[in-house]
């Protein structure tokens, strides 16, 4: 079992940034791969970022450049550092943690809002 505790979420204006943060705890392969995800009102989750245990980055196209996703394997916790936020970043994000050899888990989600 993987327990996933988000934090970081709240209201911003445009233009302004928010750091997302999400610790891994339970039973932790070595090699693992930790990414976000939002899902907006009346719209499918999306992959926003994701990060693999050498490092390798994914982003959405529409978060490159303005979105970072990086992480600390020695506590197992992946962030998501988000500049330059847009009122279409609005959504609830989670954390995700998934193994070539396990289930995948997820967080418990985090509210964004990106309101003048």
């Known amino acids: 079992q993987v327990q996933l505790v988000e934090s970081g979420g709240g209201l911003v204006q445009p233009g302004g940034s928010l750091r997302l943060s999400c610790a891994a705890s339970?039973?932790?392969?070595?090699?693992?791969?930790m990414g976000w995800y939002r899902q907006a009102p009346g719209k499918q989750r999306e992959l926003v970022a994701s990060?693999?245990?050498?490092?390798?980055?994914n982003y959405a196209d529409s978060v490159k450049g303005r979105f970072t996703i990086s992480r600390d394997n020695a506590k197992n916790t992946v962030y998501l550092q988000m500049n330059n936020l847009k009122p279409e970043d609005t959504a609830v994000y989670f954390c995700?943690?998934?193994?070539?050899?396990?289930?995948?888990?997820w967080g418990q989600g985090t509210q964004v809002t990106v309101s003048s």
């Open positions: 990060i693999t245990s050498g490092g390798g980055r």
């Open positions: 995700n943690y998934r193994t070539t050899i396990t289930p995948e888990y």
């Open positions: 339970g039973t932790i392969f070595p090699i693992y791969t």
